[in-house]
C-alpha cells in the first residue's frame, strides 16, 4: 500500500507526475483536497479544520469526496499529523507528500520532523516539491541515485550522527561523526549512477535536490 497526501501548500509546490496520479491511495489534507481535484484526482479521504475553505467549497468537497474526516480548529495536532495518523490506519510501506513546503517555515520544519515519526514506525515517508525529494533514515546501509537531482545532501536531525560513510561520491567519507548544524555533508554528488551511505547512530535528513531555474 502506498498512499499520496496533499496539502495546502503554494501552487508551485505541488507537481504530481502522472506516474503516481493512478498508483497511490490519495488524501487530502485541507486545501490540498481542492489542488488534488484541480490535477483531476479524487482523493478516498480529506480530512482537516477545513478554516481555510469557504463553506460553497466545502459542500462542493462533499460531493466529490466519499469520506470527509472535519475537525475543530483547536486541537492538538496540525492537519497534515492528523492525516498521517489517518493514513497508517490503511498500513502503507510509504507515503509521498505534497504540498507541505514553501509556505509557512514553522509548518514545513515540522512536516520533515514527522518524517521521523513514520520512520519510527516503519513507514518510509517521502516529500516532493518542484526541486526537492526528502527523507529521514534511521541507522543502517542504504543504496542511493541520484535520478533527476543535481545534488544529495546528509543533514543530522539528532544531535549528531556517526559513522557515517559515503561510497561512490565526489566527497566520499569514511566513518564520520556529524554533529547537528554541521553543513559537512551539503551538496555532494554520486560517481556513478549508483552509491551507498551507511551510518551506526543518530537520524538523518536525505534531500536530493536540483536548482530550478528562474
Not at 31 to 37: A, I, K, N, R
Amino acid at each position: 500500500m502506498e498512499i499520496g497526501i496533499v496539502a495546502g501548500a503554494p501552487e508551485t509546490e505541488i507537481q504530481i507526475p502522472t506516474y503516481y496520479q493512478a498508483k497511490l491511495k490519495w488524501i487530502g489534507v485541507d486545501e490540498g483536497t481542492l489542488t488534488l481535484l484541480a490535477h483531476h484526482i479524487t482523493p478516498q479521504i480529506a480530512i482537516g479544520d477545513f478554516d481555510s475553505i469557504s463553506r460553497d467549497k466545502i459542500q462542493q468537497l462533499k460531493q466529490k469526496v466519499k469520506h470527509i474526516l472535519q475537525y475543530d480548529a483547536h486541537k492538538d495536532k496540525t492537519d497534515l499529523e492528523l492525516a498521517i495518523d489517518e493514513a497508517l490506519n490503511h498500513s502503507p510501506h510509504t507515503i509521498y507528500f505534497w504540498g507541505v513546503t514553501g509556505g509557512r517555515l514553522d509548518h514545513e520544519l515540522i512536516n520533515i520532523q514527522l518524517l521521523y515519526k513514520l520512520r519510527q514506525k516503519g513507514v518510509r515517508g517521502i516529500i516532493i516539491n518542484e526541486s526537492n525529494w526528502v527523507e529521514v533514515k534511521l541507522p543502517g546501509t542504504y543504496e542511493i541515485t541520484q535520478g533527476d537531482y543535481d545534488y544529495i545532501s546528509f543533514l543530522p536531525l539528532s544531535m549528531e550522527v556517526s559513522g557515517l560513510t559515503l561510497d561512490n561520491f565526489f566527497y566520499p567519507l569514511q566513518d564520520a561523526t556529524v554533529p547537528l548544524g554541521s553543513s559537512l555533508c551539503t551538496s555532494n554528488k554520486l560517481i556513478g549512477k549508483k552509491g551507498t551511505f551507511s551510518f551506526r547512530d543518530g537520524i538523518l535528513i536525505v534531500v536530493k535536490s536540483r536548482d530550478v531555474l528562474g
